[in-house]
């Protein structure tokens, strides 16, 4: 049973960090239908219920407004399939990205994606989240809107167009217990709009320098702890990466804690070491270059799926094994999932040693 309306509005509009953190992600970090529901019974106490209406697709589309899915791994693995079917499906419309500019550089050398600024507040009350969507819906002209579970749209109760030109794709009410997204979002495509779509990414060069092979390593969490392993295991990662690339690209992230971590932990191997320190979509364009990714689960097991670049994804605290089949990497390159919960440290390097994907 719920709490009373009056107590659930209370928490989101005056903790709304802790709404978010403890109440709202772990219902759709389960992607189980009736948590799902409940997540939309939670959110009716700001949003109205609306009449369900099957949205059509009109005779002549001028645009297509893409949603992001706000963080930037959602947005290579799902929102990126999107956009490669849709410039296929209306080769003759806008596709626009409506994007915070850090997803927006995702697409940058891509002609046919233009960008509409909307940085979504991750912070503050649910009713300012909620305010955000209204005064986007002002700034769109007709067209059509893809809504890929968007928090934009509060995982799309709140449409942002006419529900007759929203076409939403449910990530976390569909699918069976082992189903990856990016099957999930292609075969929703497949039957919405009868075109296949692709992962990828397309941001502006960055030259990648230093000798052959290349390995890219990003040990970032996003301030979530229990996605590291702890102690010196990642000095051993970038050790043990050492002996076979000739370069190693490591990013360091938003700077601060994170980049002094990292680059401590590139110490033994610093002859081989070059360090990343610009934009996501920046390290993207190394990731894409290399012979190898190497991280924790974050955004750039995604990037490197799209690339077809080989990877291993060392992961973590994860809420689920639903979770972790949801979101792992999967793309033209072979791709290696060590689950590091129940592992000691020695035991994930082992892991990665003796599961060594082939690099070429």
Known sequence: ???????????GENCPGEFFRDVIEPLGDSFNAAQASVYERIMRVWIPARAAV?????DTVDAVYVLSRVTLGADIKIVSPILDAMKRRFPGARIVF?????????????SRIT????????SGPVSGRIAFAGELARRLDDGIVIDPD???TQLGLLPVVPPERTFHFSSRSVGGETDNLSDLVRGWLRETFGVEGSAYIAPKREQAAGARPFAA??????????????GDFESRLIAELGKRFATIWVDRGAGGEEARRVTAAAAGAADRVRFWEGSFAGFASIISQSDLYVGYDSAGQHAAAA?????????????????????????????VQIQADSLSSDEILTAFVTQFPQTG
């Open 1 to 11: 049973m719920l709490p009373p309306a009056d107590e659930i509005r209370d928490l």
């Open 54 to 58: 099957t949205p059509s697709i009109p």
């Open 98 to 110: 409506v994007a915070n500019r850090k997803s927006a550089e995702l697409f940058g050398a891509d």
């Open 115 to 122: 960008h509409l600024d909307a940085a979504y507040p991750r």
């Open 150 to 152: 968007s928090r934009i």
């Open 217 to 230: 390593v990003s040990l970032g969490v996003g301030e979530n702890e229990s996605k590291r392993v702890a």
């Open 307 to 335: 690339a077809g670049v080989p990877s291993v994804t060392i992961f973590a605290g994860a809420p689920s094994d639903r979770f972790r089949r949801r979101w792992a990497a999967a793309g033209n390159g072979s791709t």
